[in-house]
C-alpha cells in the first residue's frame, strides 16, 4: 500500500513537500515514482527515484524546482517543491515498480491514492 500526503493551496512561488509511505512491500526493492494528473488531462510523470536513492529523473518541466528522495528506513519517499506555478496544480500520485526506472507512467505496477496540489496565481 502507497499512502501519499502534503498536498495543499500555495501561491505560486511557494513551496510543499509530499510523502508517500509505503507498507506491506519491501521498499528497499522499488523504484519510486510520482506522477500527476492536472484536470481534463492525462498523466504525466514527475520524478522517479532508484532503489537506492543513488539515481534521479525528472520531467523537464520540474527541473531545478522539485527534488525526489527517499528514506528506506521509513519506507517512505518524498517530493520536494519549490517555486511552484500554477501549471503544477494536479492530484499528485506516488508509484513504485521493482523492476521498471523511467518516465514511462504505465511502467508502475502499485500505485497509491493521490493528494491534491493547488497553486495559485
Known amino acids: 500500500q502507497l499512502q501519499a500526503s502534503g498536498g495543499g493551496l500555495v501561491q505560486t512561488g511557494g513551496s510543499l513537500r509530499l510523502s508517500c509511505a509505503a507498507s506491506?512491500?519491501?521498499?528497499?526493492?522499488?523504484?519510486m515514482g510520482w506522477i500527476r494528473q492536472a484536470p481534463g488531462k492525462e498523466r504525466e510523470f514527475v520524478a522517479v527515484?532508484?532503489?537506492?536513492?543513488?539515481?534521479?529523473y525528472y520531467v523537464d518541466s520540474v527541473k531545478g524546482r522539485f527534488t525526489i528522495s527517499r528514506d528506506n528506513a521509513k519506507n517512505t519517499v518524498y517530493l520536494q517543491m519549490n517555486n511552484l506555478k500554477p501549471e503544477d496544480t494536479a492530484v499528485y500520485y506516488c508509484?513504485?515498480?521493482?523492476?521498471?526506472?523511467?518516465?514511462?507512467?504505465?511502467?508502475?505496477?502499485?500505485w497509491g491514492q493521490g493528494t491534491q496540489v493547488t497553486v495559485s496565481s
Open positions: 506491506g512491500l519491501t521498499f528497499s526493492n522499488y523504484n
Open positions: 527515484i532508484s532503489r537506492s536513492g543513488t539515481s534521479k
Open positions: 508509484a513504485a515498480d521493482s523492476a521498471y526506472y523511467g518516465p514511462e507512467k504505465n511502467g508502475y505496477g502499485y
